[in-house]
């Protein structure tokens, strides 16, 4: 079986591949990044896979089986970029999409971002393909991007409130993305993927200051409030209110869920909040 991973070169498509490797080391695989050159490092064939070339995309797929498309971070028409790699997976007669989505993407209170992944759902059930649906929570990283910053002011602003967040790491997603690849009795299956471990953004403050030594309080903040500080740190506007919608959202509880799904998939436990924490103090 040939498994294919959309955006290999990424940062969840680098860990995809090296997660898949470390399951199985004979596994098929097969890169499909825009730039060949920059995934010799991954140890795998890599092939010229570019969303805005779709007449080149059902060759690419040539031979592979199951296709993990890992969404794109291209806001631009993101719906459509998927839609055309569905097409081509169609026509180069991949048997199976596993496509990584947004937790709870029917019914989140999320205004923004779930448009596109329930578009990409929606457009892969039509296909008639098999599919599995890896709906990931949020990632931990997400938080820990700007922890310096954090640090020197003292402060983490955001727009959730008292949500609790159930966060889990890249890793943690990419073992679930080589289990069910790899793995039997997947197919046609949704998942609701999500952290052990829910947390507040208060509750990440303090995690913060008790690692770091430094004083770190959450200051909440409206979604409206929230959008334009995140403009004044340079960020597109349009970025900004996606960010805004899907932080105050958190406080209506669409980045939590207690199945412990992922867990259960991966077999052990999700990274501990306390660990991601430090290993971002560290980097």
Known sequence: MTI???????????????????RDLKADLVALVRDPGKAADL?????????????????????????????????NDRAGQHKAVIAAAKAAGVKRILYTSILHADTTPMKILPTDHKTTEAA?????????????GWYTENYLGNLGAAVEHGAIIGAAGEGKIASATRADFAEAIAVTALGQGHENKI?????????????????????????????????????????????????????????????????????????????????????????????
């Open 4 to 22: 294919a991973i959309t955006g290999a070169t990424g940062q969840l498509g680098r860990l995809a591949v090296a997660a898949l490797k470390a």
């Open 124 to 136: 892969i059930l039509a296909s008639g393909l098999g599919y599995t649906f890896l709906r990931n």
């Open 191 to 283: 998942y609701e993927l999500a952290g052990d471990q829910a947390y507040t953004l208060a509750d990440l403050a303090a995690e913060i200051a008790r690692q770091s030594g430094k004083p770190v309080a959450f200051v909440n903040m409206s979604e409206a409030d929230y959008a334009r500080a995140l403009e004044g740190f340079g960020l597109p506007s349009a970025f900004a209110t996606v960010l805004a919608d899907s932080d105050f959202s958190a406080s209506k509880g669409s980045l939590f869920d207690d199945s412990h799904t992922l867990s259960k998939l991966i077999g052990h436990p999700t990274t501990p909040l306390a660990d991601a924490v430090k290993a971002a103090l560290a980097g």
């Open 43 to 75: 140890g795998v064939p890599a092939r010229a896979f570019d969303y805005h070339k779709p007449a080149e995309l059902a060759p690419a797929l040539a031979g592979v089986d199951t296709l993990v498309l890992i969404s794109s971070n291209d806001f």
